[in-house]
């Protein structure tokens, strides 16, 4: 769960990652097309909170350099008890009404008021913007905007540490409240 938060991706992503896909000194996380939703490669710049997910299971699991990096602990293949998992937090948390989805919602709402642009936040998202853009736009826009994605990942980071660390959040953000029934 650390990670969906952490790393905008979706749960799948995170289900198959393998340490052959992470390159934990450069802080990326490379997925290959049959990973992803789309199809296509891609790549996540991975923030302080990811990597130290990360470190610590690489070194908690003896350092490997191929397998998944969350194995379920009873069958080694990739973990597929999210329903379980997310009654358990909703018992412990009193928190209910969330979806898993909502992790890469949160991150493309918080790109947004922070005033990371749309492209750039699709782009981490792994969306296609020739899917949702027309015209010339979408045709020949194919531009990654690394530079620009790992700013965005490294303020999302930034945000979850403040979060964590208990710090008051900026002006432009507003905090929500559970709705009720």
Known sequence: MRLLISIPCRRGEATRLDWEHLDLTGAVWTMPGAMTKNGDPHRVHLPGLALAILRQRHNDA?????????????????????SAVKADIETASGMTGWRWHDFRRSF??????????????????????????????????????????????????????????????????????????
């Open 108 to 181: 493309a709402t918080a790109s947004g008021e922070t005033g990371i642009a749309e492209p750039v936040a699709d782009a981490v998202l792994n969306h296609r913007q020739s899917a949702t853009r027309g015209g010339v736009l979408g045709v020949y826009q194919r531009a990654q905007r690394w530079p620009e994605q790992v700013a965005a990942m490294a303020a999302w980071g930034r945000a979850l540490e403040a979060a964590i660390a208990n710090k008051p959040a900026p002006d432009n953000v507003v905090t929500l409240r559970q709705q009720t029934a």
């Open 62 to 82: 003896g350092k490997p350099r191929v397998g998944l990096v969350f194995p379920a602990p009873k069958s080694g293949e990739a973990i597929d008890t999210f």
